[in-house]
C-alpha cells in the first residue's frame, strides 16, 4: 500500500508544466553560457519539456481526465530494486517505478502482476515516465508537506544572495 496516493489532473499538470517551463527560460535567458548556473537550468528545463510532452501525450491518447499515483513504502521500493536486472540502469528503475507507483491509470488492469505491469509501463513515452516518476518520487517523501524541503531553503538562499550583491 503506497505511503500517499494522489490524483492528477492531466490539464492541471499540463499548465503547471508549461509554467515551469516558463520561469526556467526567464532565469536562463539573462545567463550567458559561461556562467555555471546555465547548464543546470538548461537541463531543468529540458526535463520539464520532456515532462510536458509526456502530460500532453497523455491527455490526447487517453480517455481519461486524470491518472492517481502513489509514493513507495521502503518495502515497494525494496521489491523494485530486488525486481531490476542485474545490467538496469537508470532507465529501467523508471519504468519499475512507475509500474509499482501507479494506482489507476488507463494502462494498467487491475489484475495485472507486477511483469505485466512493467511491460504496460515500458510501452509509455520517456516523457510520461519522468514526469509519472517525478510524481511518485514526491508522494515517497515522508513529510506532511508543511516542512521546507532541500529545494526551498536552497532557494531562499539563492535570493538571499541575489539581493546581498
Known amino acids: 500500500m503506497p505511503l500517499q496516493t494522489d490524483t492528477y489532473d492531466l490539464a492541471d499538470e ?3 508544466l508549461k509554467e515551469e517551463c516558463r520561469e526556467t527560460a526567464e532565469k536562463l535567458a539573462p545567463l550567458d553560457a559561461e556562467n555555471p548556473a546555465a547548464p543546470r537550468l538548461q537541463r531543468r ?3 520539464l519539456q ?4 509526456g ?3 497523455a491527455r490526447s491518447e487517453w480517455d481519461v481526465d486524470a491518472v492517481t499515483l ?3 513504502t521502503g ?3 525494496g521489491h523494485v530494486e530486488d525486481e ?7 532507465g529501467a528503475r523508471r519504468v519499475y517505478y512507475v509500474a509499482k507507483g501507479t494506482v489507476d491509470a488507463p494502462y494498467l488492469d487491475d489484475d495485472m502482476d507486477f511483469d505485466a505491469r512493467i511491460a504496460a509501463a515500458s510501452d509509455l513515452p520517456i516523457g510520461y515516465l519522468r514526469w509519472a516518476e517525478a510524481r511518485i518520487d514526491d508522494l515517497s517523501s515522508v513529510t506532511e508537506g508543511n516542512e521546507p524541503r532541500f529545494a526551498d531553503w536552497l532557494a531562499d538562499a539563492r ?4 539581493t546581498d550583491e
Not at 159 to 162: L, N, P, V
Request: glycine residues 20%; proline residues 3%; without cysteine.
Open 70 to 72: 502513489g509514493g513507495l
Open 14 to 16: 499540463a499548465e503547471r
Open 50 to 53: 520532456s515532462q510536458l510532452d
Open 55 to 57: 502530460v500532453r501525450w
Open 75 to 77: 518495502g515497494e521500493y
Open 159 to 162: 535570493k538571499e544572495q541575489s
Open 45 to 47: 528545463g529540458n526535463q
Open 84 to 90: 531490476l536486472p542485474a545490467a538496469g540502469g537508470s
